[in-house]
């Protein structure tokens, strides 16, 4: 959907990153912008220190943009295409990050529905995990939000799909904790 850049704000002169919607995916779903406009309200109901800050949604010349909080590190998929399998203590502390991370949004009544290593980033120095992307994210159902999402619309990825979600139903907060198991 975009790409990410590290800029610097320059009112608040902070480094932050740049979600850019990349052009030429821009014309082809008349719904990307006002996805990645939820992507933002969304993101910004949590605050968790396991979930990566979102701070604002703007435009400049004609390309959206969402300015993020920048963290130097490595995703989960990375880090294990670098290292193998992780030793079974080291995945288990990113795993309970992960849930906390995701206890914070489901509070919030947020549903990521893209949960997957490329969607962890991971501090070297601290070994601290932040859950990113939430561009497919939605209101859980309980409460009765609708989204952009046709149903029987199929988004998110299929190897860490849960069958309800791969099937176009209804994904909701144990739809992402199977993912976190996958």
């Not at 480094?15 to 919607?21: N, Q, S």
């Not at 294990?80 to 990050?97: C, E, H």
Request: charged share 25%.
């Amino acid at each position: 959907m975009g790409v990410v850049y590290r800029a610097t704000d320059r009112q608040l002169d902070e480094v932050v990153a740049l979600k850019v919607l990349r052009s030429e995916v821009l014309g082809e779903d008349p719904t990307l912008v006002e996805r990645f406009k939820q992507e933002i309200k969304l993101a910004r109901r949590i605050t968790h220190r396991h979930v990566l800050r979102t701070h604002d949604f703007g435009e400049a010349d004609g390309v959206p943009y969402i300015s993020m909080e920048y963290v130097e590190g490595v995703t989960l998929k990375e880090l294990v295409a670098r290292k193998g399998a992780l030793p079974a203590g080291v995945a288990l502390r990113i795993a309970k990050q992960i849930c906390q991370g995701l206890e914070a949004a489901h509070q919030e009544g947020v549903v990521h529905r893209d949960i997957k290593p490329q969607n962890m980033l991971i501090l070297p120095e601290s070994g601290e995990v932040k859950i990113m992307d939430f561009g497919i994210a939605r209101v859980s159902t309980v409460d009765g939000a609708s989204g952009l999402t046709t149903a029987g619309t199929v988004l998110g990825t299929p190897d860490y799909m849960p069958p309800e979600q791969a099937q176009g139903g209804t994904a909701d907060f144990r739809s992402d904790l199977y993912s976190v198991g996958v």
